[in-house]
C-alpha cells in the first residue's frame, strides 16, 4: 500500500514504453495479484493458501521493478528507485514453509521459524529506508553502494537461498509422497505430482539464474539476459492456480517415520490378509490406514510397517493388488456382460478411470482392454 501511494505520486504524467515484454508483464503481475487474492480467501487448505499468497505477492512486486525498468517509466521518474517492492529473499523459505503448512495439518509458526526470514527483514528494512531518503542520496548509493555489493549479494544470495530451499523442499515432498503410499489407498488428490514437477521447473530456473550470476559478475553484463525474473513470475502465477485447484488435504497430516527396521509377527501378518481376503475392506475406495488399524485393532504404524517389511508393498500397493486382482477375476468370470469395464473397476475399489488404468497397467502389464483379448 505504501509503495502504491509513493509511486502513485509519481506516475501521473509518466508515458509508459509500451513493447510486447512490458505487456506480457503487465498481465502477469496483474494475474498473480487477483490469483493471490483468491487463495487468501480460498475456504479450502487456508494456512498454507495465505502463505502461498503472501510468495506470489513478493514476486509480483519484485516482477513491478522490471516493468518500471523496461517501461522507462524510471528514467521520467528516476527518485521511484529503491521502492520498498523487493522481498526476493523470502522466496526460498516461503516455498518451503508453503509445502509444510499444505501436508501438516498441525503445522505453526514458531519462534525459531522466524529466523528463515531475517534476511528478507534486513532486504525490506533497508528498502523502507531508502524509499524515504532524497534522490542525492539515492544516486549516491546506486553508484557508490548498490551497484557494486548490495545488488550482487541481493541477487546471488536470492540464488543461493533459493536453491537451498528448493532442495530441502524437493526431499520434504519426496518423503511426503512415501507416507501417503503407506497411509492411502486413494492418492489421486493428494499425491502433489503438480507441485513435484513446479519444483523440478524452478530447479531448472536455478541454474539459468547461475548463468545469469556469471554473466553479470564475472562479465559485467547487466540487464540483458535476466529472463528468470519473468519466469519466475510466470511459475508464480501457475502456482496461484494450482494452489486454487488443490484438493482439501484435511484428513492429511504428515509425519515422518522411522527408518528403523522391524521385526514381523506372523499373526498380525494374517489379520491383515484376511482383512483383505474374507473381509474384502480394499473394496473400500477411499480406504485409508487409519481405518485398516481400526479394523483390525492395532496401532497404525505396526499395521504399516508389516505391510512394509512383511508383505514387501507399500499400503497403496497393498491395497491397490488385491483390487486389480478382484477386477481381473471378474473379467474372466463373465461380469462384463453386465457392466462396463469401469463399472467393473469402482466395484472393484477404484474410484477413477484415470488411476484404474494406470494402476492396472502397473501391475499385469496390460490396458484392462487389452488384457480381455489376451
Request: charged fraction near 15%.
Amino acid at each position: 500500500m505504501l509503495a502504491s501511494l509513493i509511486a502513485g505520486n509519481y506516475l501521473s504524467t509518466v508515458q509508459l514504453s509500451l513493447n510486447i515484454i512490458v505487456i506480457l508483464l503487465a498481465v502477469v503481475i496483474s494475474q498473480s495479484l487477483f490469483a493471490a487474492g483468491l487463495l487468501w480467501f480460498a475456504p479450502t487448505n487456508r494456512r498454507s493458501g495465505r502463505i502461498l499468497t503472501v510468495l506470489i505477492t513478493a514476486i509480483a512486486l519484485w516482477l513491478s521493478d522490471d516493468f518500471m525498468r523496461i517501461g522507462l517509466i524510471y528514467r521520467q521518474r528516476p527518485n521511484l528507485y529503491f521502492l520498498p517492492i523487493f522481498y526476493s529473499f523470502g522466496f526460498g523459505p516461503l516455498i518451503w514453509f508453503y509445502l509444510k503448512s499444505l501436508i501438516q495439518q498441525n503445522f505453526r509458526f514458531k519462534r525459531a521459524d522466524l529466523l528463515h526470514f531475517i534476511p528478507v527483514a534486513l532486504q525490506a528494512g533497508l528498502y523502507f529506508f531508502l524509499t524515504f531518503c532524497s534522490y542525492p542520496v539515492k544516486s549516491w548509493y546506486w553508484e557508490n553502494v548498490h551497484r557494486q555489493y548490495t545488488y550482487r549479494i541481493e541477487f546471488d544470495g536470492t540464488w543461493i537461498s533459493m536453491t537451498i530451499y528448493l532442495v530441502l523442499s524437493f526431499r520434504l515432498l519426496r518423503h511426503y509422497q512415501v507416507w501417503v503410499a503407506n497411509n492411502f489407498s486413494d492418492l489421486s488428490r493428494i499425491r502433489l505430482n503438480w507441485l513435484k514437477v513446479i519444483l523440478g521447473i524452478l530447479l531448472l530456473l536455478c541454474l539459468q539464474w547461475f548463468v545469469e550470476i556469471i554473466l553479470r559478475d564475472v562479465y559485467g553484463v547487466y540487464f540483458n539476459y535476466d529472463y528468470s525474473v519473468e519466469i519466475l513470475g510466470v511459475i508464480a502465477l501457475v502456482l496461484g492456480v494450482a494452489g486454487l485447484q488443490q484438493a482439501s488435504l484435511s484428513e492429511v497430516s504428515y509425519e515422518p517415520e522411522s527408518t528403523v527396521v522391524y521385526e514381523t509377527d506372523p499373526a498380525i501378518l494374517e489379520r491383515i490378509s484376511r482383512s483383505m481376503e474374507q473381509d474384502r475392506l480394499y473394496l473400500n475406495p477411499t480406504l485409508t490406514l487409519l481405518e485398516l488399524s481400526a479394523a483390525l485393532k492395532l496401532n497404525s504404524k505396526i499395521v504399516s510397517r508389516h505391510i512394509n517389511v512383511g508383505f514387501g508393498k507399500s499400503f497403496n500397493d497393498y491395497v491397490n493388488s488385491y483390487r486389480v486382482e478382484e477386477v481381473k477375476r471378474r473379467l474372466k468370470s463373465g461380469d462384463l456382460a453386465k457392466l462396463t469395464i469401469m463399472g467393473l473397476a469402482m466395484e472393484s475399489g477404484f474410484n477413477s478411470k484415470t488411476t484404474f488404468n494406470r494402476i492396472f497397467k502397473s501391475f499385469t502389464g496390460h490396458a484392462p482392454s487389452e488384457f480381455i483379448t489376451d
